[in-house]
């Protein structure tokens, strides 16, 4: 029997991670350097306009340690728009300064592990529709790691019958809830679109309390037994007002 469990899927993700040039832009003239950021502004500005008509979402962080200088965290309806803007981007000016460093893509993802029995179609209910097509916060932080689920001898997630997992998840729920309103976690799944099963990107205002939630839950045996991770991704959002800031010379 095919115990998978089932999901609902929402907007399409693109995390890319870049570094910045500096060597390159230090070299820029000034008024160069303020051309390529007016640009880079309109491209903003044009994301801020989808976002308002409820059309795709962005967030946009510095990233602390060596991994990256920047990155953007979006989201649209389909697989071609995210593609879209990704090669716009590319094609920009102040691209030229920067070098990929990472991307990761995936789709935003609820499961049903938790779900009651309804008949009513899950796509048409507000509070999953706020969840699956989310405008990103604008907090302080983010936090953004990518994750597996084991497949290893008697540690195989995907071997266990529904009840054992969902027990699980229920336990990992709970931990996850008592973060509330301080942590906004998004799931996004990947299996088949990139080289792990989930992104996990969370939402904070006080850094450290993405310490504490993913502390506690490496206890939590989903996470203790069944947890693989990747690279941890830390920064500090990059503001509109606090851009020139940022990339003043
Ligand atoms: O969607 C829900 O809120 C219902 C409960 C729930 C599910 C189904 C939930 C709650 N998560 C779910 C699924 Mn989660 N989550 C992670 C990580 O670092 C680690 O150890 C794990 C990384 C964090 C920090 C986190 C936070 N969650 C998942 C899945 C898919 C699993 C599958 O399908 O097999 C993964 C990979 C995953 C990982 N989770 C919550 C949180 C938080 C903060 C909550 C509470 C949300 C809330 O109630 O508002």
Redesign the pocket.
């Given at each position: 029997m095919n115990e998978a469990?089932k999901?609902l899927d929402g907007w399409y993700c693109l995390h890319d991670f870049r570094t910045i040039n500096w060597p390159a832009w230090k070299m820029l003239p000034a008024e160069d350097r303020q051309e390529i950021l007016n640009e880079y502004i309109t491209m903003l500005e044009d994301w801020n306009t989808t976002e308002k008509a409820g059309n795709g979402s962005h967030a946009v962080y510095t990233v602390v340690g060596q991994k990256a200088d920047i990155m953007f965290m979006l989201l649209r309806p389909t697989m071609e728009e995210l593609n879209e803007i990704e090669n716009a981007f590319n094609k920009t000016r102040f691209a030229e300064f920067t070098i990929p460093t990472y991307s990761y893509v995936s789709v935003v993802?609820?499961?049903?592990?938790?779900a009651g029995d309804s008949d009513e179609d899950p796509y048409q209910n507000p509070h999953v529709r706020a969840?699956l097509y989310p405008e990103l916060p604008k907090a302080k932080h983010i936090c953004f790691?990518p994750?597996d689920?084991r497949r290893d001898g008697d540690d195989n997630?995907y071997m266990l019958p529904m009840d054992s997992?969902r027990e699980m998840?229920?336990s990992?729920?709970m931990?996850?809830?008592s973060?509330?309103g301080k942590?906004?976690?998004v799931?996004t799944?990947s299996v088949g679109f990139d080289d792990w099963?989930?992104g996990?990107t969370?939402f904070a205002d006080d850094v450290l309390q993405f310490k504490k939630?993913?502390y506690e839950?490496?206890f939590?045996e989903?996470?203790a037994r069944f947890?693989e991770?990747g690279s941890f991704y830390v920064g500090n959002i990059l503001t509109e007002e606090n851009l020139q800031s940022f990339f003043n010379i």
């Open positions: 469990a999901t993802e609820l499961s049903n592990y938790m969840r790691y994750m689920k997630w997992r998840m229920r990992h729920g931990i996850g809830r973060y509330a942590v906004k976690q799931i799944g099963e989930w996990v969370l939630l993913v839950m490496r939590d989903v996470s947890g991770f």
